[in-house]
Nanobody, 115 residues
Framework: QVQLVESGGGLVQPGGSLRLSCAASGSIFGTNPMGWYRQAPGKQRELVANMNSGDYTNYADSVKGRFAISRDNAKNTAYLQMDSLKPEDQAAYYC?????????WGQGTQVTVSS
């Protein structure tokens, strides 16, 4: 059974950094499409960043230049490095992967940006 577990969220001051991790239960990242979404209270879930099978990356305009998505297949882990965090980045962050034609999601990790 495929499982994704996010970690690394927490409270950070504006301008600070966090690195989110998404650990998979097996070797499912590989070259499969994967990415990160976020959802703030009262708002729709929005794409933050994704990586396709060719390792091409795509970012929401609101995070370009501040966030970076990556994956380490040896560790079965994906990452979202978040720098220069803003209050509007506050949300629950979810990772996903498309594996064998199915999409799998983690349970989410909360990021709070506040002074």
């Amino acid at each position: 059974q495929v499982q994704l577990v996010e970690s690394g969220g927490g409270l950070v001051q504006p301008g600070g950094s966090l690195r989110l991790s998404c650990a998979a239960s097996g070797s499912i990242f590989g070259t499969n499409p994967m990415g990160w979404y976020r959802q703030a209270p009262g708002k729709q879930r929005e794409l933050v960043a994704n990586m396709n099978s060719g390792d091409y990356t795509n970012y929401a305009d609101s995070v370009k230049g501040r966030f970076a998505i990556s994956r380490d297949n040896a560790k079965n882990t994906a990452y979202l490095q978040m720098d220069s965090l803003k209050p509007e980045d506050q949300a629950a962050y979810y990772c996903y992967v498309i594996y064998m034609g199915h999409s799998y999601w983690g349970q989410g990790t909360q990021v709070t940006v506040s002074s």
